[in-house]
């Protein structure tokens, strides 16, 4: 398959032939340029039909932060962008220009602007009176009616500590340390509308709920009027490459209750309130989602934060090194009061594996013989951990292995990652940082049998972060703001539930 630089040099050479006048010689050069670029193109993927559609599929397997922009998506965002005659329209990450060409089709003027030369270079040649301006949108000075945009995905993980910095120093009202590029979009496009301005973006949905973005949701709520929201809920419609949320805004100092269309998915709009939305989250929740809620608010004695506390599992640092078999238990001569037995997430509804061990080393590990030879084929490469180079860990310690009474003691143990609510009690299991456990002076099996009803778990997810397909983060900052009811009053969970699904049904 072609590379980035070899796509570079065929829109270059594209280029100089697209320079002078028309020509059937150098269009049919243009189109052998083409067919030997796909001479190896993979069966399994979409054969693209011009250099344009090669361009798109090409950069998005080769740069994770530019993402395809399906017509419908832009088609949809063109259709709820309030527009009027004179305005002026920027696109502000405008790549090949999927995103304003149906602004172009209908007869409006936007200004694409893009760091990259050559997607310009592809906009114009499908949008040939579009104005078109190299640079970089968080530097660029000039003020707008409108400013779209897919702004381009780069996470927290990839930029140098150079690029945080000065995002920081930028734009502080969005930039914390874990947020991602795409936030400063939002605060630059503030910044270059004019007052009563809008801002229509297609972006990722995860910022709705994701705890970094606090700082982003507080600064949307407090300068722009909210005008419509499409969260498509973790699909991907339309071959999307990320999980896509559509949010048109209006700058301006916005009332304190005001309501606005939303959409989840393909379903049929709804009306939300100012008012229902939070720093702490932003996701749009449908009326039926919002009654439960206040029912379970209502009829809650305390919170799951109140009533315990929550843990992260351990982590390694190389799980080949410390998690073994029973034959290399046998083979090694392994001490046996090193060995506890582990689970991962996985294992969580069976049981822990009988066959697999965790080795709970910490600092008096250096005290068996037999485990310190085991752990020498694996001393480089765990000496190589932030952990032990800063001297907190010695290179046989395991990198986070908590504090060990927790895993005696009874507690409920649940996936962080999971489609739906499994609260299951255990003790004297050991597990990975995929799974997190809560401890209560509650009756942990009424607790179980409360959290695991289809009715809680239908209500725990209103309040979670979701994520692609059917899956959700059931992070403990999220989970602690569950309310439950006064289990002296309320003995039999299940019955509890029936009661409150009846008036949830019948409301």
């Given at each position: 398959?072609i590379?980035?630089?070899?796509?570079?040099?065929?829109?270059?050479?594209?280029?100089?032939l697209?320079?002078?006048a028309?020509?059937?010689?150098?269009?049919?050069?243009?189109?052998g340029?083409?067919e030997?670029?796909?001479k190896?193109?993979?069966?399994?993927?979409r054969?693209p039909?011009?250099?344009?559609?090669?361009?798109?599929?090409?950069?998005?397997?080769?740069?994770?932060s530019?993402?395809?922009?399906?017509k419908?998506?832009a088609?949809?965002?063109?259709?709820?962008?309030?527009?009027?005659?004179?305005?002026?329209?920027?696109?502000?990450?405008?790549?090949?220009?999927?995103?304003a060409?149906?602004?172009?089709?209908?007869?409006?003027?936007?200004?694409?602007l893009d760091?990259?030369?050559?997607?310009?270079?592809?906009?114009?040649?499908?949008?040939?009176?579009?104005?078109?301006?190299?640079?970089?949108?968080?530097?660029?000075e000039?003020?707008y009616?409108i400013i779209?945009?897919?702004?381009?995905?780069?996470g927290?993980k990839?930029m140098?500590?150079?690029e945080?910095?000065?995002?920081?120093?930028?734009?502080?009202?969005?930039?914390t340390d874990?947020?991602?590029?795409?936030?400063?979009?939002?605060?630059?496009?503030?910044?270059?509308?004019?007052?009563?301005?809008?801002?229509?973006?297609?972006?990722?949905?995860?910022?709705?709920?994701a705890e970094?973005?606090?700082g982003?949701?507080a600064?949307?709520?407090?300068?722009?009027?909210?005008?419509y929201?499409?969260?498509?809920y973790?699909?991907?419609?339309?071959?999307?490459?990320?999980?896509?949320?559509i949010?048109v805004?209006?700058?301006?100092?916005?009332?304190?209750?005001?309501?606005?269309?939303a959409?989840?998915?393909?379903?049929?709009?709804f009306?939300?309130?100012?008012?229902?939305?939070s720093?702490?989250?932003?996701?749009p929740?449908?009326?039926?989602e919002?009654?439960l809620?206040?029912l379970?608010?209502a009829?809650?004695?305390l919170?799951l934060?109140?009533?315990?506390t929550f843990?992260?599992?351990?982590?390694?640092g190389?799980?080949?090194?410390?998690?073994?078999?029973?034959?290399?238990?046998?083979?090694?001569?392994?001490e046996?009061e090193?060995?506890?037995?582990?689970?991962?997430?996985?294992?969580?509804r069976?049981?822990?594996?009988?066959?697999?061990?965790l080795?709970?080393?910490q600092?008096?590990?250096?005290?068996h013989?037999?485990?310190m030879?085991?752990?020498?084929?694996?001393?480089?490469?765990l000496?190589?951990?932030?952990?032990?180079?800063?001297?907190?860990?010695?290179?046989?310690?395991?990198q986070w292995?908590?504090?060990?009474?927790?895993?005696?003691?009874?507690?409920?143990?649940?996936?962080?990652?999971a489609?739906?609510?499994?609260?299951?009690?255990?003790?004297g299991?050991y597990?990975?940082?995929?799974?997190?456990s809560y401890?209560?002076?509650?009756?942990?099996?009424?607790?179980?049998?409360l959290?695991?009803?289809?009715?809680?778990?239908?209500?725990?997810k209103?309040?979670?972060?979701?994520?692609?397909r059917?899956?959700?983060?059931?992070y403990?900052?999220?989970?602690?703001?569950?309310?439950?009811?006064?289990?002296?009053l309320?003995?039999?969970?299940?019955?509890?539930?029936r009661?409150?699904e009846?008036?949830?049904?019948t409301?």
């Amino acid at each position: 398959m072609i590379t980035k630089p070899q796509l570079d040099l065929l829109i270059q050479q594209w280029r100089e032939l697209s320079s002078g006048a028309p020509s059937l010689v150098d269009e049919a050069k243009k189109q052998g340029l083409l067919e030997e670029a796909l001479k190896d193109w993979p069966l399994r993927r979409r054969r693209p039909t011009n250099l344009l559609e090669l361009y798109e599929q090409v950069i998005a397997h080769s740069d994770n932060s530019c993402i395809y922009t399906p017509k419908e998506l832009a088609q949809e965002l063109y259709e709820q962008t309030p527009k009027r005659p004179g305005g002026r329209i920027l696109d502000c990450s405008a790549g090949c220009g999927a995103l304003a060409a149906p602004f172009y089709e209908a007869g409006w003027d936007p200004l694409l602007l893009d760091e990259d030369r050559n997607a310009l270079f592809l906009a114009r040649t499908a949008m040939p009176k579009a104005r078109t301006q190299c640079g970089n949108f968080l530097t660029h000075e000039a003020h707008y009616d409108i400013i779209i945009g897919n702004p381009p995905y780069k996470g927290h993980k990839t930029m140098t500590m150079e690029e945080k910095r000065q995002l920081k120093q930028d734009f502080p009202e969005v930039m914390t340390d874990k947020m991602d590029f795409f936030a400063a979009f939002f605060a630059k496009a503030h910044a270059l509308l004019n007052e009563g301005g809008i801002l229509s973006f297609l972006v990722s949905r995860y910022w709705l709920e994701a705890e970094s973005a606090r700082g982003l949701r507080a600064f949307i709520l407090n300068q722009f009027r909210i005008l419509y929201l499409h969260d498509w809920y973790g699909e991907r419609p339309f071959g999307a490459g990320i999980d896509p949320l559509i949010i048109v805004l209006q700058k301006e100092n916005p009332p304190r209750e005001y309501s606005f269309p939303a959409k989840r998915g393909p379903g049929s709009p709804f009306v939300v309130s100012r008012s229902d939305l939070s720093p702490d989250q932003m996701t749009p929740l449908t009326p039926k989602e919002r009654r439960l809620r206040s029912l379970m608010e209502a009829e809650g004695a305390l919170t799951l934060g109140r009533a315990g506390t929550f843990h992260q599992g351990i982590i390694t640092g190389l799980d080949r090194a410390f998690i073994v078999s029973a034959q290399q238990v046998q083979e090694a001569g392994l001490e046996e009061e090193l060995l506890v037995p582990w689970m991962k997430s996985k294992d969580l509804r069976s049981g822990p594996p009988k066959d697999q061990w965790l080795i709970y080393a910490q600092a008096n590990a250096q005290e068996h013989p037999q485990f310190m030879k085991w752990i020498q084929a694996f001393r480089e490469r765990l000496s190589k951990r932030r952990e032990v180079q800063n001297g907190v860990r010695a290179y046989y310690e395991l990198q986070w292995g908590r504090n060990r009474d927790l895993f005696e003691r009874e507690r409920l143990c649940f996936v962080y990652k999971a489609p739906q609510c499994f609260f299951k009690k255990v003790q004297g299991v050991y597990h990975s940082a995929d799974v997190y456990s809560y401890e209560s002076s509650l009756d942990l099996d009424w607790l179980s049998r409360l959290l695991n009803h289809p009715l809680y778990d239908a209500y725990v997810k209103t309040h979670l972060k979701k994520l692609g397909r059917d899956l959700y983060e059931f992070y403990p900052h999220r989970l602690k703001n569950i309310w439950i009811p006064d289990p002296t009053l309320e003995e039999d969970p299940e019955a509890f539930c029936r009661r409150i699904e009846s008036l949830w049904q019948t409301d």
